[in-house]
């Protein structure tokens, strides 16, 4: 879907070159990220397990295992492959995971012109409502990449743009341990995990990650119970 260096650009959040850097903002510099308010999960300390660029193959033994933990879990599907994937995501919905846009085709968004990042937004919107009949209000830009056009548009929709505190790098160490070590051992309340569940080691990782999260006493939620009302067009991140 991505050569090797835009995938680690991605994980890093790393900007790819660009010769106009007015019209690129990344995340760090963005004047109107949010932080998250951490009173939400009713004074409990909560985290949100995030997973990225499904459904895939792994997807339905991931729902086996947060099912088995009575663990919620937000999904920011990739929408072109939502339509095969239907019943996997009438499974989250009815398990009650969230559901959110992670673009049609995993584009830059911040290198498209406004019609083409709203056609990836609302084409995704659209096959996630025919699929569960309910349209997201949150979108994950893939690589992290943002910029004005795609606030704008975020904000004409009425949907919010949701980045990540702790990066596993699940895709660079396909090892299981590894993985849960990133996610567990700095823990702290309102963190989003960014996970991949097109890996099988990501999946592996899961059941300790819940385990040891668990016993750390926090609360796994979904982003919706995570930050409770959002406002549209604006980013929100944590920790
Ligand atoms: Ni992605």
Redo the contacts with the bound molecule.
């Keep these: 879907m991505y050569s090797r260096c835009d995938l680690a650009r991605?994980l890093f959040k790393v900007p790819t070159p660009n010769p106009n850097p007015k019209n690129t903002s990344m995340i760090k510099t963005e004047k109107i990220e949010k932080p998250i308010n951490t009173a939400s999960c009713s004074g409990k300390p909560c985290i949100a397990l995030t997973f990225?660029?499904g459904p895939g193959a792994h997807t339905s033994r991931l729902l086996d295992i947060l099912k088995q933990r009575n663990t919620k879990a937000t999904f920011?599907v990739?929408g072109n492959k939502v339509a095969r994937n239907t019943p996997l995501l009438q499974r989250m919905k009815s398990e009650g995971h969230g559901i959110a846009n992670?673009s049609w085709s995993?584009a830059n968004l911040s290198k498209l012109p406004a019609n083409e990042i709203r056609s990836e937004i609302v084409r995704t919107n659209d096959a996630i409502k025919e699929a569960t009949g309910e349209s997201p209000i949150f979108l994950?830009e893939?690589?992290g990449a943002s910029n004005e056009t795609v606030q704008s548009e975020l904000r004409t929709l009425g949907m919010s743009s949701i980045l990540w505190s702790v990066d596993t790098r699940d895709w660079a160490d396909r090892d299981s341990t590894i993985v849960c070590h990133r996610a567990t051992s700095n823990a702290r309340s309102s963190a989003i995990i960014l996970l991949?569940d097109i890996h099988t080691s990501s999946v592996d990782a899961v059941p300790c990650i819940i385990d040891n999260l668990t016993k750390q006493g926090y609360t796994l939620v979904t982003i919706h119970e995570l930050l409770g009302k959002t406002n549209p067009g604006q980013k929100y991140y944590s920790g």
């Design positions: 991605h990225d660029d920011f990739l992670h995993h994950r893939p690589y991949h």
